[in-house]
């Protein structure tokens, strides 16, 4: 950032003036009045918004109605150059006008002050929100005269001036403020969980409904699988009943393809016939033919014969399975029977029960409510006695704290009789610092003394012996001139004269030399290091002293906090002489409902039996009708079981017949495989007598087919016909008693749903509870942090500044061999050759250097600013200080831009930039 100009214009006393800017060291010089700390009010007034302690009317030059001033600058954010200029009139508020001179535009919406603050903030390279007035007040301008007056106060009245600049304050008023946040997020979470204990009132039957749902569902899926059942016996019937009559067509079929085949085989005989004269080469073979071939059809007869004994035997056992199934399901049905039956009898007997004890139900919920407002009214006695135990427990903690501040005041006080020595030792230290000063320079200057005296005692030696010559011969003259003895006599007492007078201030010189090597300044240096011994102890004193007014407060707070404390303990005991009613009232009300039993639960008991029981006469109806329909399966099963009992034996039967006929079974296959080898005409009539061969073994297998099978009954086709009927009319019932069972669920899945969207609105509010107390531990997690930062950050602030300001002080300086430490009370301590001095104990130029290294300090950290104003700096500083002071502010090498108001010429020789101001006549 940097300030390249200011134009005022009725400015207090300038009426049209113009001021330019260089980078460096910018002196403003003038006489006194001619306005030359008006130029800094003026930046700091549009810059700042700091109106030095001037009401409107004073800024503005005597006579006229506006004033306005121009600040051409730098920004420290995008390093494009501005010109800043605040307007102020006599009847409207002030305004300002930014200029982008680049552009060629004004900026919008930046006319209100407050708005035009918030951009000066940023644009001049300063937090957000830093009160800029009160910066530049207290670190970037400080007033003529004051410039090391603020580190002189007490740390209390330190702290209320750099506490703000650092930005503490906000911190602490952050934490006190946000008490109304945290008071108002616990209201909510109050509210919401007084709806999240309604909505559990409301969803509490839900599981009670969901049981009720869950025994309906079950019903009706039981129905259901019933109907499911009979439609597959009802399908199983008329596949049965399509079977019957696809067998009687199967049947008619056989009959036309045996004779079809009849047919064929008297064509086949009559080829064969022809053909027999050429069989003489394969008699043998075709012997060995005729005669295996009927072993070899047996043994294949014998073996479909097997396989079809083995699927009967399947059968048999699946049926002997679908009888012990239909045994134990009829068993099952018997004995669940018996106890619907048993039921059904004891529901006169619980309706006699509910209605003997609904009287006990009301008198149990009147004891109830009793109760619930007498255990309410016992938890709020017994959280009265906790706060009366608390309370006992603070009021003696309090009286043990006064004890001990009491103690520590008495001692106090004591300490505060020994700091009356304080201004003493101050007096006696800058005595022995005087002297001892004094002491060093009468060491240097006895140093200078002692040679000239040696060079005045050598030359009087020298002139005595002048002297005493020329007496000599001024006798030899007035013994030689009688005429001038007068006048040679006159001369003769000149020189004894002059002799003399030499002498004298040769005696002068000696005692003047005698007194500089008189002081004794090593027992000088062990006085002031004993006083400043004891000064360091006093102000160790002072310290504690000060502590005074907060431990009296700290007490007065105390004494408050024990009367308040007392009267509050008093009424509790007032208010807990009810207890013991309370507690007898509630033993009372325990033991009455302890005698009355629980009759809500049994009534519920007794209601949930009653309902249930209305479901037996249904369900036993429903086992009945079971029993009857299945009854009827079981005989005809087992009926057909017991025909296939000897289904064992004739399959040993076939197995030791197929065995007999295994050899011509294995002599027909080797006969054929030699007849392969015949002639073509053997083979031709092979082929022959086999097609013939094949073909009455069809027709044979046709024939075994057909008397195999029984002959088609007319009444089996009835019955299956009877069964199908049947079946199709029970699951029309079932289907035409489903929409009963399915209004009752849809009513039930209709209530449930409402429950279930009070608990879903519960589960919100629950969830929204648990935000809610989230965001109150935040609150209170950030008031925490609020009230822990401000300490925290003064001592980084501090820290950073301290090592800030000990550069800049050996800057200021130029010398390495000292330091600067900047305390968290904003005390300065200085030190040299190892050792620490407190800010009052040093010189008025190390002051004022010390002071300005950690205002600078505050601006390069705080603010990152390379700017700063020194006004008269100065003021009452001798030549020599005021050179020293310049050197120093000369010396500065991290500053970007430097402002020096001074009426005299010290800053003169620093820089070339020099801005002259002269008086103007009003």
């Not at 294949?300 to 399901?329: F, K, V």
């Not at 039921?343 to 619980?350: H, N």
């Not at 968290?824 to 200085?830: F, L, P, Q, S």
Request: net charge negative; glycine share 4%.
């Amino acid at each position: 950032m940097e300030i390249r100009s200011v134009s005022l214009r009725n400015f207090k006393t300038h009426a049209e003036a113009a001021f330019e800017f260089r980078l460096g060291v910018n002196a403003i010089c003038g006489e006194n009045g001619a306005g030359k700390t008006s130029i800094l009010e003026a930046i700091a007034w549009t810059l700042f918004d700091f109106d030095s302690g001037y009401r409107k009317e004073e800024l503005r030059r005597q006579g006229e109605s506006n004033t306005s001033v121009t600040v051409g600058l730098v920004s420290a954010r995008d390093g494009r150059y501005y010109e800043v200029q605040r307007r102020s009139f006599k009847n409207r508020p002030d305004s300002y006008q930014i200029y982008d001179p680049e552009l060629g535009l004004k900026l919008d919406n930046l006319e209100n002050v407050s708005a035009a603050r918030l951009w000066l903030c940023d644009h001049l390279g300063f937090r957000a929100g830093m009160d800029l007035s009160r910066l530049f007040a207290e670190v970037i301008g400080i007033p003529q005269g004051t410039f090391t007056a603020d580190f002189l106060k007490t740390p209390s009245d330190r702290r209320r001036i750099f506490d703000p600049i650092l930005g503490l304050e906000s911190y602490r008023d952050a934490h006190r403020q946000s008490i109304d946040l945290q008071r108002y997020a616990e209201g909510q979470q109050q509210a919401i969980a007084q709806q999240v204990a309604i909505l559990s009132a409301e969803v509490a039957d839900l599981p009670t409904l969901e049981q009720q749902l869950q025994e309906i569902s079950q019903s009706l899926e039981q129905q259901r699988s019933l109907l499911r059942q009979r439609q597959q016996a009802r399908q199983q019937a008329l596949t049965h009943l399509q079977q019957i009559k696809q067998q009687a067509q199967q049947q008619q079929q056989r009959q036309q393809q045996r004779q079809q085949l009849e047919v064929q085989r008297q064509a086949l005989e009559q080829q064969q016939q022809a053909q027999a004269r050429s069989r003489d080469e394969a008699i043998a073979a075709q012997q060995i033919l005729g005669a295996s071939r009927e072993g070899w059809q047996r043994y294949q007869s014998l073996t479909e014969q097997i396989q079809a004994l083995n699927g009967q035997l399947r059968q048999r056992e699946q049926g002997r399975r679908q009888l012990s199934q239909w045994q134990q399901q009829l068993n099952q049905l018997r004995e669940t029977a018996a106890g619907l039956e048993q039921q059904v009898a004891l529901q006169a007997d619980w309706q006699r029960q509910i209605e003997q004890r609904q009287p006990d139900l009301q008198q149990q919920e009147q004891l109830e409510a009793a109760l619930r407002q007498q255990q309410q009214q016992q938890q709020a006695l017994s959280q009265l006695e906790q706060r009366r135990h608390w309370l006992q427990q603070r009021l003696k903690a309090i009286a043990t704290e006064q004890q001990s501040l009491q103690q520590r005041l008495s001692e106090l006080q004591g300490l505060a009789v020994q700091l009356a020595e304080l201004p003493r030792c101050q007096a006696e230290i800058e005595q022995l610092q005087a002297r001892l000063a004094r002491a060093d320079t009468l060491g240097n200057l006895a140093q200078d003394r002692r040679t000239q005296l040696e060079t005045f005692t050598a030359a009087i030696a020298q002139h005595q012996q002048a002297v005493t010559a020329a007496q000599a011969q001024l006798q030899d003259l007035q013994t030689a001139l009688p005429l001038y003895q007068t006048h040679l006599a006159q001369v003769g007492e000149t020189l004894e004269q002059g002799l003399q007078l030499l002498a004298s201030q040769l005696d002068d010189q000696q005692a003047f030399f005698a007194q500089l090597g008189g002081g004794d300044r090593i027992a000088l240096s062990q006085q002031l290091q004993q006083q400043q011994q004891t000064l360091a102890q006093l102000r160790a004193l002072e310290k504690q002293v000060e502590q005074q007014t907060l431990l009296e407060q700290q007490l007065q707070k105390l004494q408050t906090e024990q009367q308040s404390l007392e009267q509050e303990r008093r009424q509790l005991s007032t208010e807990l002489q009810a207890a013991p009613a309370v507690i007898t009232a509630i033993a009372q009300t325990e033991s009455e409902l302890q005698a009355l039993g629980d009759p809500r639960r049994e009534l519920q008991l007794l209601r949930s039996q009653l309902q249930a029981s209305a479901k037996v006469v249904s369900e036993l109806q429903q086992n009945q009708a079971q029993q009857a329909q299945l009854q009827p399966q079981i005989q005809p099963l087992r009926d057909r079981l017991e025909a296939l009992a000897e289904l064992e034996e004739q399959l040993n039967q076939a197995e030791q017949a197929r065995q007999q006929a295994a050899e011509d079974y294995r002599r027909y296959l080797q006969a054929e495989s030699i007849s392969q080898q015949l002639p073509e005409r053997e083979a031709q009539l092979q082929q022959t007598s086999e097609q013939l061969a094949q073909l009455q073994a069809q027709w044979q297998l046709l024939q075994e087919a057909i008397a195999a099978e029984p002959a088609l009954d007319l009444a089996i086709l009835s019955a299956a016909e009877q069964t199908w009927q049947a079946l199709e009319g029970e699951c029309q019932r079932l289907t035409g008693a489903l929409p009963g069972l399915e209004q009752e669920q849809q009513r039930l899945q209709t209530e449930i749903g409402r429950r279930q969207a009070a608990a879903q609105t519960l589960a919100e509010q629950q969830q929204q509870l648990e935000q809610h107390q989230a965001i109150g531990q935040f609150i209170e997690t950030a008031r925490r942090i609020y009230n822990q930062s401000g300490p925290r950050l003064s001592r980084y602030f501090i820290g950073e500044i301290s090592r800030e300001g000990d550069r800049l002080y050996r800057e200021l300086l130029a010398r390495p061999g000292v330091a600067l430490d900047w305390t968290e009370d904003y005390e300065i301590r200085v030190q040299e050759s190892g050792r620490w001095r407190s800010f009052k104990t040093l010189s008025g130029g190390e002051q004022m250097c010390a002071a300005l290294a950690v205002r600078l300090a505050l601006l390069r950290v705080i603010g990152q600013c390379p700017i700063a104003f020194f006004d008269e700096p100065t003021t009452n500083m001798d030549l020599q200080r005021r050179r020293q002071l310049a050197d120093a502010i000369g010396n500065l090498q991290s500053f970007r831009q430097l402002f020096v108001i001074s009426h005299d010429d010290t800053f003169e020789h620093l820089t070339e930039n020099i801005v002259r101001v002269e008086r103007q006549l009003v």
